[in-house]
């Protein structure tokens, strides 16, 4: 197995596999600042795995080696070329507003070597941006590309204050996206209202993602909502579940609702977060995505 160093491009990203070249493994330890060929051109990255043998079934091929480790002078350009990526943003908003274009950019990037330049921009639909394309590249001469990117994307890029206080997930330790939807929030007996689990992208909050697992563990031992069960005085029907303390909320008749432990009820079959769909389940993740 070939010896490879992972290497990623953003704060938090995917890790892409570089060999070692003529450099010691001992020399790029986590967090090493180096210099590498991508299809874009040289970039700078940041080894996040350290050397180790990796299986070629998860090698991206060809295989390209590290050019360096970053000099100061290699930082420095680094920081000029976000300088004037910044400076290239400005321009090109004067440009989609001369051409009027419905888009809206985000964040403009240049390789290491200024041999590209690219955009990042978000837009409800396709945007025919060749006219910008020629102008851009005419200014700026160098490869021009402009990238369509989604709403979650736009948030992971620009960063922010999620609904919990804390800084967003995408933006501090999510990698990739994990499909969310709004039957996450009823298996954990949440509300189910799309504007309240809605992040600052628009879309369903990633954090519905961490618990789901758990919670759907824990209703495996537990009746449905509106199941009728036995309790030790008698029959009733589950009006509600306290999910962590495992208690239904069982209702007899004209009698108060009480809390009953789960344990001391019988009913015909247990609950599983694939059972109990709803017929306005398909409504509930459409209006979450608005």
């Not at 080894?47 to 043998?53: D, H, M, Q, S, Y």
């Not at 480790?69 to 990526?85: F, G, L």
């Not at 994307?153 to 620009?158: E, S, V, Y």
């Not at 189910?192 to 369903?204: A, E, R, T, W």
Request: include cysteine; charge should be negative; charged fraction near 25%.
């Amino acid at each position: 197995m070939p010896t490879s160093v992972g290497v990623s491009f953003k704060r938090v990203g995917r890790c892409y596999w570089f060999s070692l070249g003529d450099i010691s493994p001992l020399e790029l330890p986590e967090w090493t600042e180096v210099i590498v060929e991508t299809q874009r051109g040289l970039e700078v990255g940041r080894v996040r795995i350290p050397a180790c043998e990796v299986e070629e079934a998860d090698l991206q091929a060809p295989l390209k080696p590290i050019i360096r480790i970053a000099s100061d002078t290699d930082r420095q350009r680094e920081r000029e070329n976000k300088q004037a990526a910044a400076t290239a943003l400005d321009s090109c908003k004067d440009r989609v507003s001369k051409h009027n274009l419905p888009m809206k950019l985000v964040k403009a990037e240049y390789t290491f070597d200024r041999s590209q330049l690219t955009f990042f921009f978000v837009a409800d639909n396709r945007v025919d941006f060749r006219e910008l394309v020629r102008d851009l590249a005419a200014t700026f001469r160098t490869r021009i590309q402009l990238l369509q990117i989604g709403p979650r994307d736009q948030a992971k890029m620009l960063g922010g204050m999620g609904l919990c206080g804390r800084g967003l997930c995408c933006a501090t330790f999510l990698s990739d996206f994990l499909p969310i939807s709004m039957k996450m929030a009823k298996d954990q007996n949440l509300f189910l209202n799309p504007v309240k689990f809605s992040g600052i992208c628009g879309k369903l909050l990633c954090c519905l993602k961490y618990e789901h697992e758990t919670y759907c563990g824990m209703r495996k031992g537990m009746p449905r909502v509106g199941q009728v069960v036995t309790t030790p005085q008698g029959d009733g029907t589950v009006q509600d579940l306290n999910i962590l303390k495992h208690l239904a909320l069982i209702v007899k008749g004209s009698e108060q609702p009480a809390w009953y432990d789960c344990a001391e009820l019988n009913w015909s079959s247990q609950c599983d977060c694939d059972a109990h769909d709803d017929p306005d389940e398909e409504a509930y993740e459409q209006h979450a995505d608005l």
